[in-house]
């Protein structure tokens, strides 16, 4: 194999792809452009982004993923439908097959790392076949300096063959698809799937998995800060609003989604923002969408106008599921170290499908923890393969139960040492419907939420009293700035006062059911903080 680029001591480390005719090492991000433009990848947009498609996969494939079970993983892992088994011997063949698929390719290489705080971080090689997957790497992951570079030795591998596919009966997958972390090998395959978002998402998983161990909390959330050097976490699943709220020109940008909560306080796992970019629009997100039409940025699944080449953020006529990735210093303002000090203001978002729940709530620490292992929200159309065109009701553990291989407690635990520990405030905010269900209700509006975040962060609510919610036990404001009081409080939305305390009812009697699985890993003053159906 020829080695050609930026080529580090250690290239002769990547063993697998001997057979392999090429490898391009740490390539420009305008060497990685022209790749992708010369192999037909992709496609520049009027604004310099390179735009590509993934094909028939558009979302993440959760049913494909898999984690080797053997001695070291065996007592550690949550094991189940989300953390599937893979043994020891089905993957040695999958090795195998992924050898064979590189033999006589041009594979690209970039040398990165993972977590801002580099007392916790990890080095991430990337291997990909296509140059536009390592364009994604390179705006997702930190990027080390020339000179690190020179040193650089991989504690993990990723390796990405789109074109290489299972078979099912001789590997161990599930189809075709595979996406598999062997945490003894420090590896991660990954065949038959063109969506680059299973890139980022295996490290994160990897990431989840290594930081308890030193009693550090690994997080599904964006982190932005203030002036004064006040933290706000953002928890939440895709859609809910991570990305959009942190995002915020009044505050600097930590990081979009992944962030870990360590001894010096908060950091970024990653380099890079991979944003919605569903009806983006400059008025709506103006940070976001200069960011995503420029030069160096990736859109995924985007359609351009086939006379202009200008990006229709409207058009889903590939999948809802579009993206745009993008390095985080494209966000003006970023914080440049992608760490911050403990969090003030620890803020769980939820997608309320239902319109019953209210937009805002103030949570004790046992009600965070609760919220937490609950998870609730909105699927959103598109974000994982399967999905149909509509959000389903869903809980997913800690905001994140794809991407946590252990147990749902040790990371609720955590949270509860690290709040009780700083005396960060816990918030449940709704940026789902309201005055009905999904259908027939509205969206809580963008303005509303941003109203009731710039609140939050600024003291306001200490002035303002707060009731507690009859139907779902939360502690709710009687007022908040800029925002109509009717729409803090849900069942004066709706047109008919009994459906709503019929969806209400049945809500909670999903959460208490969803519940029962935690009763007897956490503390009985969690669980009678919770959500209970009415006598």
Same mark, same amino acid.
């Given at each position: 194999?020829?080695?050609?680029?930026?080529?580090?001591?250690?290239?002769?480390?990547?063993?697998?792809?001997?057979?392999?005719?090429?490898?391009?090492?740490?390539?420009?991000?305008?060497?990685?452009?022209?790749?992708?433009?010369? %192999?037909?990848?992709?496609?520049?947009?009027?604004?310099?982004?390179?735009?590509?498609?993934?094909?028939?996969?558009?979302?993440?494939?959760?049913?494909?993923?898999?984690?080797?079970?053997?001695?070291? #993983?065996?007592?550690?892992?949550?094991?189940?439908?989300?953390?599937?088994?893979?043994?020891?011997?089905?993957?040695?063949?999958?090795?195998?097959?992924?050898?064979?698929?590189?033999?006589?390719?041009?594979?690209?290489?970039?040398?990165?790392?993972?977590?801002?705080?580099?007392?916790?971080?990890?080095?991430?090689?990337?291997?990909?076949?296509?140059?536009?997957?390592?364009?994604?790497?390179?705006?997702?992951?930190?990027?080390?300096?020339?000179?690190?570079?020179?040193?650089?030795?991989?504690? +993990?591998?990723?390796?990405?063959?789109?074109?290489?596919?299972?078979?099912?009966?001789?590997?161990?997958?599930?189809?075709?698809?595979?996406?598999?972390?062997?945490?003894?090998?420090?590896?991660?395959?990954?065949?038959?799937?063109?969506?680059?978002?299973?890139?980022?998402?295996?490290?994160?998983?990897?990431?989840?998995?290594?930081?308890?161990?030193?009693?550090?909390?690994?997080?599904?959330?964006?982190?932005?800060?203030?002036?004064?050097?006040?933290?706000? %976490?953002?928890?939440?699943?895709?859609?809910?609003?991570?990305?959009?709220?942190?995002?915020?020109?009044?505050?600097?940008?930590?990081?979009?989604?992944?962030?870990?909560?360590?001894?010096?306080?908060?950091?970024?796992?990653?380099?890079?923002?991979?944003?919605?970019?569903?009806?983006?629009?400059?008025?709506?997100?103006?940070?976001?969408?200069?960011?995503?039409?420029?030069?160096?940025?990736? %859109?995924?699944?985007?359609?351009?106008?086939?006379?202009?080449?200008?990006?229709?953020?409207?058009?889903?006529? %590939?999948?809802?599921?579009?993206?745009?990735?993008?390095?985080?210093?494209?966000?003006?303002?970023?914080?440049?170290?992608?760490?911050?000090?403990?969090?003030?203001?620890?803020?769980?978002?939820?997608?309320?499908?239902?319109?019953?729940?209210?937009?805002?709530?103030?949570?004790?620490?046992?009600?965070?923890?609760?919220?937490?292992?609950?998870?609730?929200?909105?699927?959103?159309?598109?974000?994982?393969?399967?999905?149909?065109?509509?959000?389903?009701?869903?809980?997913?553990?800690?905001?994140?139960?794809?991407?946590?291989?252990?147990?749902?407690?040790?990371?609720?635990?955590?949270?509860?040492?690290?709040?009780?520990?700083?005396?960060?405030?816990?918030?449940?905010?709704?940026?789902? +419907? #309201?005055?009905?269900?999904?259908?027939?209700?509205?969206?809580?509006?963008?303005?509303?939420?941003?109203?009731?975040?710039?609140?939050?962060?600024?003291?306001?609510?200490?002035?303002?009293?707060?009731?507690?919610?009859?139907?779902?036990?939360?502690?709710?404001?009687?007022?908040?700035?800029?925002?109509?009081?009717?729409?803090?409080?849900?069942?004066?939305?709706?047109?008919?006062?009994?459906?709503?305390?019929?969806?209400?009812?049945?809500?909670?009697?999903?959460?208490?059911?969803?519940?029962?699985?935690?009763?007897?890993?956490?503390?009985?003053?969690?669980?009678?903080?919770?959500?209970?159906?009415?006598?």
């Amino acid at each position: 194999m020829t080695h050609l680029g930026a080529v580090p001591p250690s290239a002769e480390t990547l063993s697998f792809a001997a057979q392999a005719r090429e490898a391009h090492w740490n390539l420009s991000r305008a060497d990685l452009v022209a790749w992708s433009l010369r %192999l037909n990848e992709g496609e520049l947009s009027a604004h310099g982004a390179l735009v590509a498609r993934t094909g028939e996969f558009t979302g993440r494939s959760p049913k494909d993923k898999f984690t080797v079970r053997d001695a070291l #993983t065996e007592s550690k892992v949550d094991w189940g439908t989300v953390n599937q088994a893979m043994s020891p011997e089905h993957y040695e063949k999958l090795e195998a097959l992924m050898e064979a698929g590189a033999a006589d390719q041009r594979l690209f290489v970039q040398d990165l790392t993972a977590g801002a705080d580099e007392g916790l971080q990890i080095g991430v090689r990337v291997v990909t076949a296509y140059a536009w997957h390592n364009l994604f790497a390179q705006n997702m992951f930190l990027r080390p300096s020339p000179q690190t570079r020179e040193s650089f030795v991989p504690d +993990w591998t990723v390796i990405d063959l789109p074109d290489v596919t299972a078979e099912p009966s001789a590997h161990g997958t599930a189809s075709g698809t595979f996406i598999v972390v062997n945490f003894s090998k420090r590896t991660v395959l990954i065949g038959g799937t063109q969506y680059a978002g299973e890139i980022k998402k295996s490290i994160f998983g990897v990431l989840n998995f290594l930081l308890p161990e030193t009693g550090d909390l690994p997080m599904h959330c964006s982190a932005n800060v203030g002036p004064a050097g006040d933290v706000a %976490l953002f928890f939440g699943l895709s859609g809910t609003g991570k990305t959009t709220l942190s995002a915020d020109p009044e505050r600097a940008l930590i990081g979009d989604d992944e962030h870990g909560w360590g001894p010096n306080g908060i950091f970024n796992f990653e380099g890079g923002c991979y944003a919605k970019a569903i009806n983006l629009t400059a008025k709506a997100e103006p940070q976001i969408y200069a960011a995503s039409n420029r030069f160096g940025a990736l %859109l995924e699944n985007v359609v351009l106008d086939p006379m202009t080449s200008e990006p229709d953020f409207t058009d889903v006529s %590939l999948t809802e599921n579009t993206r745009s990735s993008y390095p985080i210093d494209f966000i003006p303002g970023h914080v440049k170290t992608g760490q911050g000090r403990n969090p003030r203001a620890v803020i769980m978002l939820t997608a309320d499908a239902y319109g019953v729940m209210p937009p805002l709530a103030r949570l004790s620490t046992d009600q965070a923890m609760y919220h937490f292992l609950s998870g609730y929200t909105a699927k959103v159309a598109g974000t994982e393969r399967g999905m149909g065109n509509e959000p389903q009701a869903t809980f997913s553990t800690c905001f994140g139960a794809p991407f946590m291989p252990r147990q749902p407690s040790e990371y609720a635990d955590l949270l509860r040492q690290k709040v009780e520990a700083t005396g960060a405030e816990c918030w449940l905010v709704n940026t789902g +419907w #309201t005055g009905g269900k999904f259908g027939t209700g509205r969206r809580i509006p963008l303005e509303a939420t941003r109203a009731m975040i710039s609140a939050i962060l600024s003291g306001a609510f200490r002035e303002i009293e707060f009731r507690k919610d009859s139907y779902f036990g939360l502690m709710v404001p009687e007022a908040c700035p800029s925002v109509p009081a009717d729409l803090l409080t849900p069942s004066s939305t709706w047109q008919k006062l009994s459906e709503y305390e019929d969806t209400a009812d049945d809500l909670a009697q999903r959460f208490a059911s969803n519940f029962e699985r935690f009763v007897d890993t956490v503390p009985q003053s969690v669980v009678e903080s919770g959500i209970r159906p009415r006598v």
